[in-house]
């Protein structure tokens, strides 16, 4: 079955450090997103990609970093500049432009 | 900018009960516009969609219609269910002269459904 795969399921960083989510999808789908949860509210853009070697910042992109060498994957870095790290992440891939997201099971990120 | 207003939870409701889950929308251009639901631990997932004015989205016997008069898109579902206790998020997204569609997000309104 076609999906997209988020791992790990539950992530703690210790101070200063970077962490890496990793999001898979053999979905074909060309764009891809990152969305941050908090409790409470809704969800965050932090980065997109609409196609390989190519990115963009979304709303709440300070303190992360990502990359898109391949169409299936989207790592998400979280950088030791992101003092409010804890919170649930989530990965969404999209086929056509007028085609709805598909997401991820999620990561959940806490600080030790 | 785009927003969704989306009614406060928790809306706590007996089994076999009529719900709704109010959604209001400011957008420029023409969105489409969805529901996501999302169980305890887990992503999201669509529930319905509508991509014009007028278009009703059904899905697991839940409804929404897109009313442009009034930018509402609220869900209903004439009788609930215990395992339809969940987070109810509605979005919009609309192309921005082609770049990308972003997903805008309410802030989500919880169900919770007593047997």
């Known amino acids: 079955d076609g999906g997209i795969t988020q791992s790990p399921k539950y992530l703690f960083r210790k101070e200063g450090q970077n962490v890496t989510l990793s999001c898979e999808q053999n979905l074909n789908h060309d764009a891809m997103y990152w969305y941050r949860q908090d409790p409470g509210q809704g969800l965050r853009l932090i980065y997109y990609?609409?196609?390989?070697?190519?990115?963009q910042k979304g709303d709440i992109a300070e303190g992360y970093s990502v990359s898109r060498e391949k169409k299936e994957s989207f790592p998400l870095t979280v950088t030791s500049a992101q003092k409010n790290p804890t919170a649930f992440y989530l990965c969404?891939?999209?086929?056509?432009?007028?085609?709805?997201?598909?997401f991820g099971d999620g990561t959940r990120l806490s600080i030790l | 900018g785009d927003s969704v207003t989306q009614m406060e939870g928790p809306v706590t409701l007996s089994e076999e009960a009529f719900l709704t889950i109010n959604c209001t929308y400011t957008?420029?251009?023409?969105?489409?516009l969805f529901w996501y639901v999302q169980y305890p631990g887990e992503g999201l997932q669509l529930l319905l969609k509508?991509?014009?004015?007028?278009d009703k989205g059904s899905n697991k016997g839940f409804e929404a219609t897109y009313r442009k008069e009034t930018t509402s898109f609220h869900l209903e579902k004439g009788s609930v269910q215990v395992s339809d206790s969940a987070v109810y998020f509605c979005?919009?997204?609309?192309?921005?002269?082609?770049?990308?569609?972003?997903?805008?997000f309410g802030t989500g309104t919880l169900l919770a459904v007593q047997p």
């Open positions: 979005a919009l997204t609309e192309l921005y002269g082609g770049a990308t569609n972003k997903l805008i």
């Open positions: 957008a420029t251009g023409y969105p489409s």
């Open positions: 969404a891939s999209r086929g056509g432009w007028d085609q709805p997201q598909h």
């Open positions: 990609s609409q196609i390989v070697n190519d990115f």
């Open positions: 509508a991509t014009k004015a007028d």
